[in-house]
């Protein structure tokens, strides 16, 4: 599986943006994709996933209520909408695969086995 992420940008405080995801590959359809973030400094965090399985979708509390992450199988994307963005949102966001679609895998960083290359976010005034 082969992902590339893109839609990143500079944006103010309460801004908004759209990330997107291109997942590539025969068995791309098999896989929970899903988002984190890096910011400087820090580790590579769970941001929210979609379930290839049920279509169930995930969220980190920090995000809940202002991201919405949804998935056009016909089209191989992911999308990653970004609303009321904040300064502590400023990160690198990946997106990733991962064959696994509980909970407890899917938001699990150990648990996805392809990774996209990053899309810078900053949200600054």
């Known amino acids: 599986v082969q992902l590339q992420a893109s839609g990143g940008g500079l944006v103010q405080p309460g801004g908004s943006l759209r990330l997107s995801c291109v997942a590539s590959g025969s068995t791309a359809k098999l896989y929970s994709v899903g988002w984190f973030r890096q910011a400087p400094g820090e580790g590579r965090k769970f941001v929210s996933v979609?379930?290839?399985?049920?279509?169930?979708?995930y969220y980190a509390d920090s995000v809940k209520g202002r991201f919405t992450i949804s998935r056009d199988s016909a089209k191989n994307m992911v999308y990653l909408q970004m609303n009321s963005l904040k300064a502590e949102d400023t990160a690198v966001y990946y997106c990733a695969a991962s064959p696994y679609y509980s909970y407890s895998d899917s938001t699990d960083i150990v648990k996805y086995d392809y990774w996209g290359q990053g899309t810078q976010v900053t949200v600054s005034s």
């Open positions: 979609k379930s290839y399985r049920d279509y169930k979708t």
